[in-house]
Structure formats: C-alpha cells, structure tokens
C-alpha cells in the first residue's frame, strides 16, 4: 500500500505477466498505451491504448501484455469502501470500456481525466496530497456508484478478513479443473468435513461442491464464447466427469444447453492467456516519461490540470501607447434547436451556466421562423391586435436580450426550398417586428446563415 494513504494503492507497471491473484478491494486498470490481456473467471477482455477496466472485490483474474506497454493500477482498499458506502458487499461494478454504450462515453473521459490527475497529485506529493487525494477519489467513486452499479454475485459478499475463507476460494479458483472433494479440502484447511460443509454453507449461502460447480460453469462459459474446443473437451478441462454431467449443470444454471448458447452469444475469438512460471512486472518510475503519457489523457480533452501553485510576479504595463488594432475574442454558439425552448426554466439555468462559464455570446436557433414558437394568426376585429403571433417568441427575446445573448440561426435551404418566398415573407415580417420592438442595436447583432451544400438558388439579395 502507499504509505502516503493507506486505503489507496497507485501504481504505473509495464506488465508482461501477472499470475492468478485474488483481488483485495476494487481495482481499476487503465492502459496509458500498449496492450493488456485481463482473465478472469468468467470472461477475458482485450484492452488497448485508453482503455480501462474495474476488477471487483474478491475477483480471481490473471493479466498479460506486450512488455511495451503502459498500465496505470488504483486499488481501493474495502475498509475505505465500507467506511463510505454501506452497500459496497452487495454491489458489483460492469466497467469496461470496449462495452460502453454512446451515452456512458463521457463519463469514461471523466474517469479517465480524473486518474490523469490523480497521478500527477502522486508525484507531486505536496503538502495538500492527502486532500486532493481523497477529492479524485470521491469523484472517481460517484460516478462509478451512480452509473455502473449492479446487484452483487456471492464473490462480492466473501469477507475478505476471513483469510480461511480467502484460502478456500483462492485454492478453487486456480485449481477447479482438478478433482477436488469436501474431504480433501478440509484435511487441507485442517477443518473436519462436516465443519466445513456447514461453516461454508452458511457464509456463502450455497454448499461447497455448488460453488465449485459454479467456478467451472463460468469457466466453460468463457471457453465457449472465446475458443472453438469441442463441448466434451470445454467439459473435461474444466473439471467435469463427463460432456453429460456438464450439459446438465449448465442448462440448469443457464437455461440452454453449451451448443446453442455458443451459437446464441458467440464473441469474437481471443486466446486465453498463456501461463507462465515466473511474473514479469515492472514498476515505472521515469516521471518524465510518465507525465508525457498521462498528458495525452488529459490534453484529448483539453482539460487543464488545476492542482498547481499560484506564483505571482510583477508585470509594468504602458498605458500611453495607443493603437488601432482590433481585439478579437472568441464567439461560442449554444444551439437550443427553438426558440421557444427558452422558456423553460431548465433551460435558462443551463443558458446562464453557460455564459458565465465561457462568455457565451449567440444562441443558436435552428430555421428561426420555420418552427412552433409563432402563434397562428388569428381574424379579428380590432385595431388593435391583442394577439401578436409573435408572442411567444417576445417573451424569448426579452430574457435573450435581458442577458446580453444575440440570436444565431441556421438555415438549410433545402428546409425552405420548397416555398421559398412564403419563408422569406414571413422571416421579413418577423424582423420588422423587432426593429420596432427591441430596436436596431440589438437586433444588429443576430447573425442568419443560408447554408447548402452545393450549389443552389438562393437568391442573394435574400
């Protein structure tokens, strides 16, 4: 562990090998660059440059790489897991970055910035690490509880101070494949059988030779998905009797025979890892050459690093010298698709957000008038009409311009092409309508874009 901080583990290794091991808390591995290969008992996951993968508490994996790669490892310990989230035991967490659907992809950047920084707060090791530590942490913790949270398998509820218990299911998960019985087991834990039977019945809630079989069910699981072994083979190498024994095991648990989930769930073929004798890790402790990798995963989102010290120093300006030269600053869009979307209150809170942020300037409206923020006309009979179709968007407008924000509004002219001088008609009316009501300075400043992607008809003088 890092003396530094107990509960955390941080480590940056180029692996070649690592042997089966027992994880102790939650770990996530995230690959700087390289290739890395994780096992575990029931899948293996091809990880390349950015990827990042969470093993779960209790989870018996084995990994393999190129010997050129880059891994970043973080471990939280389980005490610090259940000091801070009571449903840690009970939980599991699916992260991994091959699977992520588009609308979880941000939040793997998160993750992945937030380890960025977290290894330049390690190296840095100031008087405000602990601090800091314990802010990525927490961040890193939320979205990973918020987002990728499942129910817990009964690996997840192992207690990990039973070193008995460990040594017991830390014994099955390497040696599955071999004939191992209740007897054997306890002579070897120097319990009797009965005891054994009972003491494990009752704290992992299912008997000793279920949880074996279950151990090689997710085995068979992984060689069926990932191998073109035969079935009667998948079944020997995993420690069943016989092709029949195993078939019948595994529609109980699975509701399908091996045949047909392979055919129903094949994945694409990726060899198991090839077991070596000796470990091959090595820790990296270049930390320029560390930075240079860990700033590739912040600079992709140009994400600046705000754990630095404030250093003053004296500057003279000469304000007597004048010039001509026009100062340029940036003008940022954001698009609400109608104008009418103002309205709602949600929206205005992110608008302001926003503004202040980044000195937001235009909002982008998309066909400014070819959409439902302007009433229909209504026939009356007053001189006065007290029903303005522009309604709606006056109340739009006010908050637009009660806030300094101009108007941007794009126009593909195919959207119009269709009645060209109706849109035209109706996009003069409105605009009458606002000189009068917001005045020329103001309105001067919307910007209205004919866009198309070849050339058309559009009328310039329109």
Same mark, same amino acid.
């Given at each position: 562990?890092?003396?530094r901080?107990?509960?955390?583990y941080l480590r940056?290794?180029r692996?070649g ?11 996530f591995?995230l690959v700087i !660059?390289?290739?890395?290969k994780?096992? %575990?008992?029931?899948?293996?996951y091809q990880?390349k !440059?950015?990827?990042?993968l969470i ?11 190129? @010997?050129q790669?880059?891994?970043?490892r973080f471990?939280?310990s389980d %005490? ?7 449903e840690y035991r009970n939980r599991r967490?699916?992260?991994f ?6 609308g979880?992809?941000?939040l ?5 910035t937030?380890?960025? $920084?977290m290894?330049? %707060? &390690? &190296? ?8 800091e530590?314990q802010r990525?942490?927490?961040?890193i913790l ?8 499942? *129910? ?7 207690n990990t101070?039973?070193?008995?218990l ?5 014994y099955?998960g ?10 054997e087991m306890?002579?070897k834990?120097f319990?009797?059988?009965? &005891? +054994?039977?009972r &003491?494990f @019945?009752?704290?992992m809630?299912?008997?000793f030779s279920?949880f074996?079989m279950?151990?090689r069910l ?8 990932y191998? =073109? ?5 998948i079944?020997m190498?995993?420690g069943?009797?016989?092709t029949?024994s195993?078939t019948k095991?595994f529609?109980e648990?699975?509701g399908e025979t091996p045949k047909? /989930?392979?055919?129903n769930h094949? *994945?694409e073929?990726v060899?198991?890892?090839e077991v070596?004798?000796m470990? !091959?890790v090595?820790?990296?402790?270049n930390?320029? !050459?560390?930075?240079l990798?860990i ?5 992709e989102?140009n994400?600046?690093y705000s754990?630095?010290?404030?250093r /003053?120093e *004296?500057?003279? +300006?000469d304000?007597?010298?004048? =010039?001509?030269?026009k100062?340029?600053?940036?003008d940022?869009? +954001?698009?609400i698709?109608e104008?009418?979307?103002i309205l709602?209150e ?8 926003v503004?202040?942020e980044?000195h937001?300037n235009?909002?982008?409206i ?5 959409n439902t923020?302007?009433?229909p006309?209504? *026939?009356t009979d $007053?001189l006065?009409a007290t029903?303005?179709?522009?309604f709606?968007a006056?109340?739009a407008i006010n908050?637009l311009k ?11 002219y ?10 035209f008609t109706k996009?003069n009316?409105?605009l009458?309508?606002?000189l ?9 400043k919307?910007?209205?874009l ?5 050339y058309?008809g559009v009328?310039?003088k329109?």
């Amino acid at each position: 562990m890092d003396e530094r901080q107990r509960d955390f583990y941080l480590r940056i290794q180029r692996i070649g090998y690592v042997a089966p091991s027992l994880n102790r808390g939650i770990e996530f591995v995230l690959v700087i !660059d390289g290739e890395l290969k994780i096992e %575990t008992r029931n899948r293996i996951y091809q990880l390349k !440059d950015k990827d990042l993968l969470i093993i779960n508490r209790n989870e018996l994996f084995e990994m393999q790489g190129n @010997k050129q790669n880059s891994v970043l490892r973080f471990t939280i310990s389980d %005490t610090y897991m259940d000091q801070f989230y009571g449903e840690y035991r009970n939980r599991r967490f699916e992260c991994f970055s091959g699977d992520i659907d588009m609308g979880r992809e941000v939040l793997l950047d998160q993750l992945r910035t937030f380890f960025g $920084e977290m290894v330049i %707060t &390690y &190296y840095r090791n100031d008087e405000i690490y602990a601090i800091e530590m314990q802010r990525l942490v927490s961040e890193i913790l939320l979205i990973v509880i918020r987002r990728f949270k499942e *129910e817990g398998s009964v690996f997840e509820k192992i207690n990990t101070e039973d070193e008995r218990l460990i040594q017991i299911v830390d014994y099955l998960g390497k040696h599955f494949q071999e004939s191992i019985t209740l007897e054997e087991m306890a002579h070897k834990t120097f319990m009797s059988p009965g &005891y +054994l039977s009972r &003491y494990f @019945k009752k704290v992992m809630g299912m008997g000793f030779s279920r949880f074996l079989m279950n151990i090689r069910l997710k085995h068979s699981v992984k060689d069926l998905l990932y191998t =073109t072994d035969t079935i009667s083979h998948i079944a020997m190498k995993n420690g069943f009797p016989n092709t029949k024994s195993f078939t019948k095991f595994f529609k109980e648990v699975y509701g399908e025979t091996p045949k047909a /989930y392979r055919e129903n769930h094949v *994945e694409e073929q990726v060899g198991t890892i090839e077991v070596t004798q000796m470990e !091959d890790v090595e820790t990296l402790n270049n930390t320029k !050459d560390i930075f240079l990798k860990i700033g590739s995963l912040l600079s992709e989102k140009n994400n600046t690093y705000s754990n630095t010290e404030t250093r /003053y120093e *004296e500057l003279h +300006l000469d304000a007597t010298i004048s =010039t001509n030269e026009k100062i340029y600053r940036p003008d940022y869009v +954001l698009i609400i698709r109608e104008l009418k979307e103002i309205l709602r209150e949600d929206v205005r809170e992110q608008v302001l957000s926003v503004k202040d942020e980044l000195h937001l300037n235009f909002i982008g409206i998309r066909n400014l008038v070819g959409n439902t923020t302007f009433l229909p006309t209504v *026939e009356t009979d $007053e001189l006065i009409a007290t029903s303005s179709p522009y309604f709606t968007a006056d109340l739009a407008i006010n908050f637009l311009k009660k806030h300094d924000l101009s108007i941007f509004s794009r126009v593909d002219y195919q959207d119009i092409s269709t009645d060209e001088e109706a849109y035209f008609t109706k996009l003069n009316g409105f605009l009458h309508h606002c000189l009068l009501a917001y005045g020329e300075s103001y309105v001067s400043k919307w910007h209205i874009l004919y866009y198309e992607s070849y050339y058309s008809g559009v009328r310039e003088k329109n």
